[in-house]
């Protein structure tokens, strides 16, 4: 594939991850259109050294362990933070996990880059301080996830007035919830595969079937959409097709459909304002599909929405507190420390006793979330 302008030029932060790797096979489809100037990794060296000698990055960096192989010619270690706001990167995706990719799109957002943000806590912590910032800076965020970026698709063109709802769906819902045991500390059969057209990971499946997820998404909505968090609904979808729905003030609406893969809102956030061809992925058929179905959640079910939807309307470092206290709260699920329906209960704690603090930077939220891990530690063992 050729095109008349300039390649993107593209770091990618987690490049070894699930999310990176589907980032960088984008890359490679999309030819000539993009070039991988960055990789990053957190602690696996073997195969960011593939990834260096396919890609041939100008620039790599790692958080952890000792390079042992000889260094790839042309490539150029650096911190990650020097990575994401060189002079020679155009576009920072963050396909990283934990605090770090905080720090990445921050200093990438300071550095007036494009940013796509797969880290949907992040912006659900810091969104709204990120998109004040990216205007100051002239960055762009994109955040890399099936209904926000449906939602921004719906919106390209149109002002947050002209908006009258956004609807988001979710694949999982009443039917799902009330058949999770009410008590125990097991991981209830059925709970891995929210999504099973795609794997996710056990964080992100049990924030699918809390809700949790959901609560992220219309935070971030409201943070970089400027779309009032009450004009934000959410629907059960079990077909996962139809991503988002826009409804006008004139009664028109605009909807986005993607089929469940990943590469869809990366391609998008990569190629925008461009519509390149991508053999690689798969078309929607309606007609395969046949009936698209959608039913209201009952929310009383889903407690940790509501929390994370209270925290995202109090601002402040009450979001970081709930992204913590929900972090450590699945740490204690998983180990069988506490029961699934604990989770809420634990979160809901933490956000009560929390003590907010105005979100100034990046030491107000690191200060939070150190509050929220300690805090559920202590109740375990209390
Ligand atoms: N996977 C998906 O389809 C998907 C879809 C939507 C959103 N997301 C979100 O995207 C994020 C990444 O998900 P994932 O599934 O790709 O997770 P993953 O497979 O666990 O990958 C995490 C990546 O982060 C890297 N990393 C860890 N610590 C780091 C550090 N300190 N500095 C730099 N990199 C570090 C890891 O490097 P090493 O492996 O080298 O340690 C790895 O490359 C999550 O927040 C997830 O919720 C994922």
Redesign the pocket.
Known sequence: MTTDSAPLRIAV????????Q?VLSVARSLGDNVRVVGL??????E??GEQIREYKPTMAG???GRWRDEVPEGVEFKS?NDIVSSPEVDMAVI????R??LE?AWTAIDAGKRVAI????TLYIAGELLARRAKETGASIFP??DEPIGVWQTLWGESPESVRQVTMTSTWGTVQARRLPRHGTQMPAGMETPRPA????R??SIDASTLMVKATQVAVVNALYDIPLENINVLFHPQGLVRALTEFNDGSVKSALFIPD?RVPVQLSLAYPNRWANAEINRVDLLAEGRLSFEPLEHELFPCYQIAIDAARQGDTYPAVVAAANDAAIELFISQQIGFTDIPKVIDRAANAHRPQPLDDRASIIEAMDWAKTFVGGQVQD
């Open positions: 932060i987690g490049s070894t991850g699930s999310l990176g589907i990053a990794a957190g602690s696996n060296l195969r960011l790692f958080a952890r990650i396909a990283s996990v934990g770090n990719s990445a797969g880290n949907i806590d890399l996830d795609r794997a996710v990971g964080k992100r990943m």
